[in-house]
């Protein structure tokens, strides 16, 4: 999903809505979204309020987060502190439970390295994000 055009690029989502409505429906995910205008009851309707937050801004909403899978604590905890104090830094800053964090960073890396290579030998977005 093309979620923001700006300067002839499109930043393009992609996710299964079977993932994400957890990461979103979530105790403590729910009351932040709802904070900022979201109904994490429908994907739609959360991603069409994601995109209006990211058209109203050169920087990134820092819900967006909880759209990548980022831990609910982490993505609290950047924004109650503004960014500074962060336990670990790797893909994003880590507020919440350290050991966990560093696990995930490695398996971001791995992750990245494999459809990167996959990528540039030439397979098709298509099938990169194929369903699990």
């Known amino acids: 999903m093309p979620l923001r055009f700006k300067n002839k690029k499109v930043l393009i989502y ?42 109203e801004s050169d920087e990134f909403p820092h819900e967006i987060g909880l759209f990548l899978g980022y831990p ?19 893909c994003w800053k880590a507020y919440g439970d350290e050991k966990k964090a560093i696990r995930l960073f490695k398996q971001y890396r791995k992750c990245t390295c494999v459809y990167k290579k996959q990528w540039y030998a030439g397979k098709p977005l298509t099938k990169l994000a194929v369903a699990s």
Do not use: H
Request: aromatic share 6%.
């Open 72 to 90: 609910v604590e982490d993505v609290k905890g950047f924004i109650e502190n503004k960014a500074s104090y962060a336990k670990c830094v790797g």
């Open 14 to 55: 992609v996710y299964r809505s079977s993932r994400l409505l957890p990461d979103v429906q979530g105790k403590e995910a729910d009351e932040l979204l709802s904070q900022r205008g979201y109904c994490t009851q429908n994907c739609g309707r959360c991603l069409a309020r994601l995109m209006k937050r990211l058209g």
